[in-house]
């Protein structure tokens, strides 16, 4: 009987536990809800500062929306001088008649393009910026991924912030902005409704100290200070390893309070599942006990579970407003930065993916990335067998 009753302790108090961790991920986007159209404040800088800037760009094929994205970094509202390096490893990249339509639809512009093929470490990315950051000619420097969008302020409103940086780095943090078909669909609503209130809520609360590869503004000489792009070769988090070590200066990293798009371009499950993987992976290495509190933002699933258990009408209502918060935040993030509707539809779908990447990404230590796989060992270093050249 002692057993029995063990084991009646043991079912109950795992069901307090769900229903517990469930109302606190509800919480939690009610709490982003409110927090999301601080992050998108469009206002002017406050100082309008026209620093010279160079823009690091690296790129990797020609993928869907890439011109777009490379527009909206020249069609900036800046009076400064502005350099933007584009850098590609392979020279039959199809990136590079990219750049070119680039530069004959603005020939104003200084639009330079780094073809070089050598390879510093396994990160294919840093390899790129470490062969572009020899043509960097200014102070301050902006690097963003190839796959984000910005509005015509964005370049200002990022100086100004880091002219009041201390020496440090500012990052914003991004929406959804999502291709064809049902997986970019899903990648987008996973950005909108999964990754932003974990960011709002970690930023607002000191839960989180995030340095994203969507934006990370920094002065030459921190560059410098930490190693160059060189110090983070072989990293996979390179964009959080980077504000590590600028926080290790004793300077700081800020979140700006607005977001950036970005192209969510998954075609197919098993490319969406690779690269929510490796993010989820990358997160849990870094950051292990920030990645293990991430269950409670999984609020669907476990009130799911709970019900399983026997939690009767708690568990239900649980389950119907973990769906109600997930809509509400998608609507949230549509109407603030412009976007249209989400397929409402699939978020059941979607909380139930993003639970099993999250589960999945304890026990991953391999990670596959442009094609080849990589060991990821403690903190957060990439390591394979061989080092062939990139594609």
Same mark, same amino acid.
């Given at each position: 009987m002692?057993g029995?009753?063990g084991l009646?302790f043991?079912?109950e108090a795992?069901?307090?536990?769900?229903?517990?961790a469930?109302?606190?991920?509800?919480?939690a986007m009610?709490a982003?809800?409110?927090?999301?159209?601080g992050?998108?404040?469009?206002?002017?800088?406050?100082? /309008?500062?026209?620093?010279?800037?160079?823009?690091?760009?690296?790129?990797h094929?020609?993928?869907p929306?890439l011109?777009? @994205?490379?527009?909206? &970094?020249?069609?900036q509202d800046y009076?400064g001088?502005?350099?933007?390096?584009?850098?590609v490893t392979?020279?039959?990249?199809?990136?590079?008649?990219?750049?070119?339509?680039l530069?004959a639809a603005?020939?104003?512009?200084?639009?330079?393009?780094?073809?070089?093929?050598?390879?510093a /470490?396994? @990160?294919?990315?840093?390899a @790129?910026?470490?062969?572009?950051?020899?043509?960097?000619?200014?102070?301050?420097?902006?690097?963003?991924?190839?796959?984000?969008q910005?509005?015509?302020?964005?370049?200002?409103?990022v100086v100004?912030?880091?002219?009041?940086?201390?020496?440090?780095?500012?990052?914003?943090?991004?929406?959804?902005?999502?291709?064809?078909?049902?997986?970019?669909?899903?990648?987008r609503?996973?950005v909108?409704?999964?990754f932003?209130?974990?960011?709002m809520?970690?930023v607002?609360?000191?839960?989180?100290?995030?340095c994203?590869?969507?934006?990370?503004?920094?002065?030459?000489r921190?560059?410098?200070?930490?190693?160059?792009?060189?110090?983070?070769a072989?990293?996979?988090?390179?964009? &959080?390893?980077?504000?590590?070590a600028?926080?290790?200066?004793?300077?700081p990293?800020?979140?700006l309070?607005?977001?950036?798009?970005?192209?969510?371009?998954?075609?197919?499950?098993?490319?969406?599942?690779?690269?929510?993987?490796r993010?989820a992976?990358?997160?849990r290495?870094?950051?292990?006990?920030?990645?293990?509190?991430?269950?409670?933002?999984?609020?669907?699933?476990?009130?799911?579970?709970a019900?399983a258990?026997?939690?009767?009408?708690?568990?239900?209502?649980?389950?119907?407003?973990?769906i109600?918060?997930?809509?509400l935040?998608a609507?949230?993030?549509?109407r603030?930065?412009?976007?249209?509707?989400h397929?409402?539809?699939?978020?059941?779908?979607?909380?139930?993916?993003? &639970?099993a990447v999250?589960?999945?990404? &304890?026990?991953?230590?391999d990670?596959?990335?442009?094609?080849?796989?990589?060991?990821l060992?403690?903190?957060?270093?990439?390591i394979s067998?061989?080092r062939?050249?990139?594609?």
């Amino acid at each position: 009987m002692t057993g029995v009753g063990g084991l009646e302790f043991i079912a109950e108090a795992m069901l307090l536990a769900l229903l517990a961790a469930a109302l606190v991920g509800c919480v939690a986007m009610v709490a982003a809800v409110w927090l999301t159209p601080g992050f998108a404040t469009s206002g002017s800088s406050r100082r /309008g500062s026209a620093a010279p800037v160079t823009i690091l760009k690296p790129l990797h094929g020609d993928e869907p929306g890439l011109f777009g @994205n490379l527009v909206s &970094f020249c069609q900036q509202d800046y009076t400064g001088p502005v350099q933007i390096i584009f850098g590609v490893t392979n020279p039959s990249d199809p990136a590079i008649a990219v750049v070119e339509r680039l530069r004959a639809a603005f020939p104003d512009k200084i639009i330079e393009l780094v073809v070089d093929p050598r390879i510093a /470490g396994l @990160n294919p990315k840093v390899a @790129n910026l470490v062969n572009m950051s020899a043509h960097i000619r200014h102070e301050l420097i902006v690097l963003a991924d190839s796959d984000i969008q910005v509005p015509p302020d964005y370049l200002t409103r990022v100086v100004d912030a880091l002219e009041r940086a201390d020496g440090g780095a500012v990052t914003c943090a991004y929406y959804g902005i999502a291709g064809t078909g049902l997986w970019s669909e899903l990648s987008r609503l996973n950005v909108d409704s999964h990754f932003l209130p974990g960011v709002m809520v970690g930023v607002r609360c000191h839960l989180a100290r995030p340095c994203f590869g969507a934006t990370i503004a920094l002065r030459r000489r921190s560059l410098a200070a930490v190693g160059g792009f060189e110090a983070f070769a072989d990293c996979l988090a390179d964009d &959080f390893a980077l504000g590590e070590a600028i926080r290790k200066l004793g300077k700081p990293v800020t979140v700006l309070p607005f977001a950036v798009g970005h192209h969510c371009n998954e075609r197919s499950l098993a490319e969406l599942w690779g690269h929510e993987l490796r993010w989820a992976s990358t997160i849990r290495v870094v950051d292990p006990f920030g990645y293990l509190g991430w269950i409670a933002l999984h609020p669907l699933p476990l009130a799911l579970m709970a019900l399983a258990l026997g939690g009767g009408l708690p568990a239900l209502l649980l389950v119907l407003s973990a769906i109600g918060c997930r809509a509400l935040m998608a609507s949230t993030v549509e109407r603030c930065f412009g976007q249209p509707a989400h397929s409402y539809w699939l978020i059941p779908l979607r909380d139930l993916l993003s &639970f099993a990447v999250y589960v999945s990404g &304890f026990i991953a230590r391999d990670v596959a990335w442009r094609g080849r796989h990589y060991r990821l060992i403690s903190s957060g270093t990439l390591i394979s067998e061989q080092r062939a050249p990139l594609p």
